[in-house]
């Protein structure tokens, strides 16, 4: 049995009489790519803050990493990645100031700091660009410089909140084998996307409609039991009620 890195069980959170997670369950393992996904206002987003240590639950028992979502929030922000649409990096510095300065953020010494920069800037063809601004850079390099940094300190999860978002085809290819290779090497990925193309890429889809967990399977389950040849009819399907 792997080993389980997210455990949800009867996850409720409400703002006012308004439920934006009812009573969500579901757990998500070590090296495992798993899809969330959901329409806008779905409650994502909401969920993924509460996983990331970033808000409280109303209720409901939420384990991830290990540490317990009510009372180890700093422990569980040690123990992740995070990368978002917009991809999390400052603009006005350059590539190497930014890997250093979230190295200092998750923790690392000034040694691992030095070490990894090195690594990363070769393992991404950057080295000859390290002084270059963020700004500077085409979207694509952008996104793949922030993922690294996301995983910079090896966390247990990185959480990927619509990572893609506006990038061609191409790059969206090679940011995912990036995805691959993470989950190869032991890291949990947790991510949400608009395009349903690449919620098949995942090992498993949790798809949300209103507040709820409206199905969780592998994308060829999911296929087979709504009895559709592609994710999105899946989507609709339920999205449609």
């Not at 929030?73 to 649409?85: A, D, R, V």
């Not at 390099?141 to 990038?167: C, M, N, Y």
């Not at 592998?218 to 009819?233: D, G, H, I, S």
Request: charged share 25%.
């Amino acid at each position: 049995m792997s080993e389980i890195v997210i455990k949800v069980k009867d996850l409720v959170k409400k703002f006012g009489n308004f439920v934006a997670n009812d009573h969500l369950c579901f757990e998500v393992y070590k090296g495992e790519i798993f899809g969330f996904l959901g329409a806008n206002g779905a409650g994502k987003t909401t969920a993924i803050k509460i996983l990331c240590g970033l808000s409280k639950p109303t209720s409901g028992e939420i384990n991830v990493a290990g540490f317990d979502a009510y009372h180890e929030t700093e422990k569980i922000k040690k123990s992740i990645g995070y990368m978002s649409q917009k991809f999390s990096l400052y603009e006005d510095l350059t590539i190497t100031e930014n890997i250093r300065f979230y190295g200092g953020i998750y923790g690392l010494s000034a040694k691992e700091i030095k070490l990894r920069t090195a690594d990363l800037l070769e393992k991404l063809n950057l080295t000859e660009a390290k002084d270059k601004l963020i700004k500077d850079l085409p979207l694509g390099w952008r996104q793949k410089l922030a993922f690294s940094v996301a995983i910079l300190h090896q966390p247990k999860i990185v959480f990927l909140d619509e990572p893609t978002g506006g990038v061609d085809p191409i790059t969206r290819r090679q940011f995912w084998n990036m995805i691959y290779e993470a989950a190869h090497n032991g890291i949990t990925v947790f991510v949400t996307t608009h395009y349903m193309d690449e919620a098949e890429y995942c090992n498993r889809v949790s798809i949300m409609v209103d507040g709820k967990i409206a199905a969780l399977d592998t994308p060829e389950n999911l296929m087979k039991t709504f009895q559709v040849e592609n994710m999105e009819k899946v989507f609709l399907k339920l999205a449609r009620g």
